[in-house]
């Protein structure tokens, strides 16, 4: 099993993780200003971009990034890959030193008491039609993450670039993504957080509610939560002077 991975820079190592159905491609926009302070270690999600599959949970997933980047980190995780953050950070603390996780959380369908999520059957609807049309499917999830955002136009065309950079991710991985983006319920483990946090919500992300920072920090009163005004679900893509400024901050 082999994830590919791509290290920009000098400095402390920044890991970035990117969303569902998307690669390495999406960070560029930000890589010139990152790579000035920072050694940055691109990773993309197993099946995504050029990396190899890996069956299993969200667990098995933490498991292999944690194979392939440095110790003592600092991860920037997005949508899909922020969950896949948090996996990490539970199950090995001492390997990373905070977390930036933007459009992050530890469950992204509703639930009883969870109601700040996306729709189970609208994420059900996905799959059921990525085998007939991937493409279609991609362009309606990129169209939900910008929809009635500042800049909405501008972030839909990045995505939409990013995709297109690299490889892109075959059926069986995408649907992988989704299963766990359905399945995955880390809530329970957000309390005994022993690494540092910083949780990023656009105001007007349509995909995971700006309310879902008050969720997290009543479930680990130390994480830190800033809402970014105007942003979608890709805010370090509409916004990415405040992404950028937090960073800064946390480190």
């Known amino acids: ?35 000035k302070g920072w050694q940055v270690i691109l990773v993309e999600l197993p099946g995504h971009g050029e990396s190899e599959s890996v069956a299993g949970d969200i667990d098995d ?3 292999a990034l944690l194979d392939v980047v440095p110790q003592g980190a600092v991860w920037l995780g997005w949508s899909l890959g922020a969950i896949t953050t948090l996996a990490a950070a539970t199950l090995a603390p001492d390997r990373i030193k905070a977390l930036i996780l933007a459009g992050g959380t530890p469950r992204f369908t509703q639930a009883p008491g969870w109601e700040c999520g996306m ?3 609208l994420l ?20 939900l993450q910008v929809r009635g955002a ?10 939409k670039s990013a995709v297109r950079q690299r490889p892109q991710a075959g ?11 359905l399945q995955t319920d ?21 995909l995971v509610s700006a309310a879902t920072a008050q969720h997290v920090r009543r479930l680990q009163p130390q994480a830190r939560t800033r809402m970014i005004t105007g942003a979608g679900h890709a805010p370090f893509l509409s916004h990415p002077g405040q ?5 800064e901050e946390l480190a």
Do not use: I
């Open 61 to 63: 997933w933490a498991h």
């Open 243 to 247: 992404c950028l400024k937090a960073l």
């Open 124 to 143: 059900e609807s996905f799959a059921g039609e990525l085998f007939n049309s991937p493409e279609r499917t991609m362009l309606r999830f990129l169209g």
């Open 171 to 181: 059926t069986p991985a995408l649907r992988s993504g989704l299963d766990l983006l």
């Open 119 to 121: 729709r189970p059957d």
């Open 1 to 35: 099993m082999s994830l590919a991975t791509f290290t920009h820079g000098k400095g402390e190592p920044l890991v970035l993780l990117h969303g569902w159905g998307m690669n390495a491609g999406v960070w560029m926009p930000l890589l010139p200003r990152l790579e």
């Open 150 to 159: 500042d800049n909405e136009r501008e972030t839909l065309k990045q995505l």
């Open 186 to 206: 880390l809530r329970a483990r957000l309390p005994g957080l022993r690494v540092p946090s910083l949780w990023l919500y656009g105001e007007k992300d349509t």
